[in-house]
């Protein structure tokens, strides 16, 4: 079973210095990772600037450059790790989907 992959398109934190990302997978669908989780998904041309737009009344999300996709064990892994540069870009709820 072929394992999903993640490009990390954009970046903030939540108010405990954790990274919160907006990522898109090999279609193009963009989804909310917080939690460790898969919170919310767009779809479509330009998902990941949508889901921004959608979100960003609750945070200052910042574009990352696309390097190597990460599996949800990567991503998880990523987003424990504490931010060390001391300037919080925003925090930003739990979404469920629904």
Excluded: N
């Excluded at 970046?11 to 669908?29: K, L, N, P």
């Amino acid at each position: 079973m072929p394992v999903t992959r993640y490009l990390i398109r954009y970046r903030c934190t939540d108010a405990h210095d954790r990274a919160i990302f907006i990522v898109e997978d090999e279609q193009a669908t963009a989804f909310l990772f917080s939690g460790g989780r898969l919170q919310l998904q767009c779809v479509g041309a330009g998902a990941s600037e949508r889901l921004v737009q959608l979100l960003a009344w609750h945070a200052t999300w910042v574009p990352v450059p696309r390097t190597t996709p990460y599996t949800r064990d990567g991503l998880h892994q990523l987003a424990s790790v504490k931010e060390t540069s001391g300037t919080a870009a925003g925090t930003i709820p739990v979404i469920a989907v629904t």
